[in-house]
Nanobody, 131 residues
Framework: VQLQASGGGLVQPGGSLRLSCAVSVFSLDYYGIGWFRQAPGKEREGVSCISSSDGSTSYADSVKGRFTISRDNAKKTVYLQMNSLKPEDTAVYSC?????????????????????????WGQGTLVTVSS
């Protein structure tokens, strides 16, 4: 399983970006996906995650109401729509996958405190929010 994040860039405060996570896998149907970020000098944190079984989602408090996660299993891609961006959103954003066939909703359950248990990680994409 390989993941590739894309869509990062430089954006002004208040602007929007859409990140994509393309997953190379036979079927995305049994994988939960999470978006994580790491700002300079800070630890990695969970941003938003989506499960495969029922599409349940979770968001960090800092992005609720501004970010939206979605998935397109046919395209094997998960998106993170980021609106009303703030300078504090500046970070390298990465996506990761966790198998959910035997562990339903693992993506949401592990999103914020146990995300190191995700099975597969991709390279990150840099998001810079600055005027």
């Amino acid at each position: 399983v390989q993941l590739q994040a894309s869509g990062g860039g430089l954006v002004q405060p208040g602007g929007s970006l859409r990140l994509s996570c393309a997953v190379s896998v036979f079927s995305l149907d049994y994988y939960g996906i999470g978006w994580f970020r790491q700002a300079p000098g800070k630890e990695r944190e969970g941003v938003s995650c989506i499960s495969s079984s029922d599409g349940s989602t979770s968001y960090a408090d800092s992005v609720k109401g501004r970010f939206t996660i979605s998935r397109d299993n046919a395209k094997k891609t998960v998106y993170l729509q980021m609106n009303s961006l703030k300078p504090e959103d500046t970070a390298v954003y990465s996506c990761a996958a966790v198998e959910e066939l035997l562990s339903p909703n693992a993506a949401v359950r592990l999103c914020f405190s146990d995300f190191n248990e995700y099975d597969y990680w991709g390279q990150g994409t840099l998001v810079t929010v600055s005027s």
